[in-house]
C-alpha cells in the first residue's frame, strides 16, 4: 500500500506562531485531505486538495502531486488549533482505501 | 443536518462480551468505513461497504464483523475474538465519485469502547 509521512510528529508553538505541517507520500494519488483532530477525538475536514492550493481562514494547503507532498499552513495560530492534524490520500486503484499518516500533534501555548 | 451519528460514545463492557456500535449517515453516501485508533496512533481500517449488502474486509478485520442492511447504516460488531479491543472507533461515509476522483471522507463523532 501507500506510505504516508508526516513531520514534524510533534510541534509546540506560542500563540501567533505561524507553521507548516508535511505530508509525503510514496505513490501517486487521486485524493488527498487535511483533517484535524480535536481533543474529542472527533475529525474535523480541513481540505480535500488533491492538487493545487486551498485557503480558508488562516489555513491554506498545497499539494504538489508530481512530487508527491501536501503542505498545511497555519498562520497565527491559535490554542484552539491545538489537536493532531492528519493526511489522508485516496488512490485511483482502490476509490475506497484511503491511508493516513501517524498525524502531527500540535500544541499551541497561550 | 447532514451528517453521520455514531452511539453510543462511550461503551464499557466486560472481557468475552460481543459489542455492536451504531452508525448511520443521512448524507446519501454510497460506501462507508470503520477504522480503529488506538492512542496516539494513526488510523486503521476494519471494514469498508461499497453499497447495500456489500462489504469488504480492511487491514484489520480479525475479530470484528458488519453488516450493510440499508444504505444509511453499517454497524460494527466487536467480537469476543478480538484480543485487543479497547480502541476508539471512527465510522466514516463517502460519495462514490466516476472516474479518478475518489470523493471526499466524513466522519462521524466515533465511539470509545473499553473492555474491563
Known amino acids: 500500500g501507500i506510505q504516508v509521512e508526516q513531520s514534524p510528529p510533534d510541534l509546540i508553538l506560542q500563540e501567533g506562531a505561524n507553521s507548516t505541517l508535511r505530508c509525503n507520500f510514496s505513490?501517486?494519488?487521486?485524493?488527498l485531505q487535511w483533517f484535524h483532530q480535536n481533543p474529542w477525538g472527533q475529525l474535523i475536514n480541513l481540505f480535500y486538495?488533491?492538487?493545487g492550493t486551498k485557503q480558508n481562514g488562516r489555513l491554506s494547503a498545497t499539494t504538489v502531486a508530481t512530487e508527491r507532498y501536501s503542505l498545511l499552513y497555519i498562520s497565527s495560530s491559535q490554542t484552539t488549533d491545538s489537536g493532531v492534524y492528519f493526511c489522508?490520500?485516496?488512490?485511483?486503484?482502490?476509490?475506497?482505501?484511503?491511508?493516513f499518516g501517524s498525524g502531527t500533534k500540535l500544541n499551541v501555548k497561550p | 443536518d447532514g451528517g453521520i451519528t455514531q452511539s453510543p460514545k462511550y461503551l464499557f463492557r466486560k472481557e468475552g462480551q460481543n459489542v455492536t456500535l451504531s452508525c448511520e449517515q443521512n448524507?446519501?453516501?454510497?460506501?462507508m468505513y470503520w477504522y480503529r485508533q488506538d492512542p496516539g496512533q494513526g488510523l486503521r481500517l476494519i471494514y469498508y461497504?461499497?453499497?447495500?449488502?456489500?462489504?469488504q474486509k480492511g487491514d484489520i478485520a480479525e475479530g470484528y464483523s458488519v453488516s450493510r442492511e440499508k444504505k444509511e447504516s453499517f454497524p460494527l460488531t466487536v467480537t469476543s475474538a478480538q484480543k485487543n479491543p479497547t480502541a476508539f472507533y471512527l465510522c466514516?461515509?463517502?460519495?462514490?465519485?466516476?472516474?479518478?476522483?475518489?470523493?471526499?471522507?466524513?466522519f462521524g463523532e466515533g465511539s470509545r469502547l473499553t473492555v474491563l
Open positions: 461497504s461499497q453499497i447495500v449488502n456489500d462489504f
Open positions: 505513490d501517486s494519488v487521486n485524493n
Open positions: 489522508a490520500v485516496g488512490v485511483w486503484f482502490n476509490f475506497n482505501k484511503f491511508y
Open positions: 466514516a461515509s463517502r460519495q462514490r465519485q466516476l472516474g479518478a476522483d475518489t470523493g471526499e471522507l466524513f
Open positions: 448524507l446519501n453516501h454510497d460506501a
Open positions: 486538495i488533491p492538487s
